[in-house]
T-cell receptor, first 112, second 110 residues
Framework: DTAVSQTPKYLVTQMGNDKSIKCEQNLGHDTMYWYKQDSKKFLKIMFSYNNKELIINETVPNRFSPKSPDKAHLNLHINSLELGDSAVYFC???????????FGPGTRLTVL | EDQVTQSPEALRLQEGESSSLNCSYTVSGLRGLFWYRQDPGKGPEFLFTLYSAGEEKEKERLKATLTKKESFLHITAPKPEDSATYLCAVQGTGGFKTIFGAGTRLFVKA
């Protein structure tokens, strides 16, 4: 059973397009996260939702919009894609506070 | 601002050659310090959580220790399958944001 799953695994698209990445967790966690890992492998928090409520919203362009239809799902929609958006995006789930976070396999986004 | 610095950036070991990875951190009140392992093309995999200075945790050939300013990940008699990037992260009491270091890439040669 996959604990945290993401689709798609690879996403290649043209500049200016709009795309979405989906994430689902079956661990029963209340909190889900989106991270961006750049080419230097730095993992940086973007957003966090707790029970469908946004609790962390880092300084990211407003072209990025997370959506949590229920506590098991957290999707990431990106408008007007730019070259600099190319990275690997990881979804994670866990408890609030100093709790273990479980990561998905990542989505490698390439903007041409 | 919370900060995590890992050293070295890369470490090459022979099989069986023990060593340590360092994680220095600055945080306004530590809620927890985490170690993760990341293999190429995969998501980080949880290894340990440490909560207070003096705490130690072990798993197979890995042992994590914590002081008030840094954490060490000791690798005893490593094997080639231990080759991966090891990530350190902290969460402070000021919020729920987890800050990751840049990682140490470990290569173990047979």
């Amino acid at each position: 059973d996959t604990a945290v799953s993401q689709t798609p695994k690879y996403l290649v698209t043209q500049m200016g397009n709009d795309k979405s990445i989906k994430c689902e967790q079956n661990l029963g966690h209340d909190t889900m996260y989106w991270y961006k890992q750049d080419s230097k492998k730095f993992l940086k928090i973007m957003f966090s939702y707790n029970n469908k409520e946004l609790i962390i919203n880092e300084t990211v362009p407003n072209r990025f919009s997370p959506k949590s239809p229920d506590k098991a799902h957290l999707n990431l929609h990106i408008n007007s894609l730019e070259l600099g958006d190319s990275a690997v995006y990881f979804c994670a789930s866990g408890g609030q506070g100093a709790d273990t976070q479980y990561f998905g396999p990542g989505t490698r986004l390439t903007v041409l | 601002e919370d900060q995590v610095t890992q050293s070295p950036e890369a470490l090459r070991l022979q099989e069986g050659e023990s060593s340590s990875l360092n994680c220095s951190y600055t945080v306004s009140g530590l809620r927890g310090l985490f170690w993760y392992r990341q293999d190429p093309g995969k998501g980080p995999e949880f290894l340990f959580t440490l909560y207070s200075a003096g705490e130690e945790k072990e798993k197979e050939r890995l042992k994590a220790t914590l002081t008030k300013k840094e954490s060490f990940l000791h690798i005893t008699a490593p094997k080639p399958e231990d080759s991966a990037t090891y990530l350190c992260a902290v969460q402070g009491t000021g919020g729920f944001k987890t800050i990751f270091g840049a990682g140490t890439r470990l290569f173990v040669k047979a």
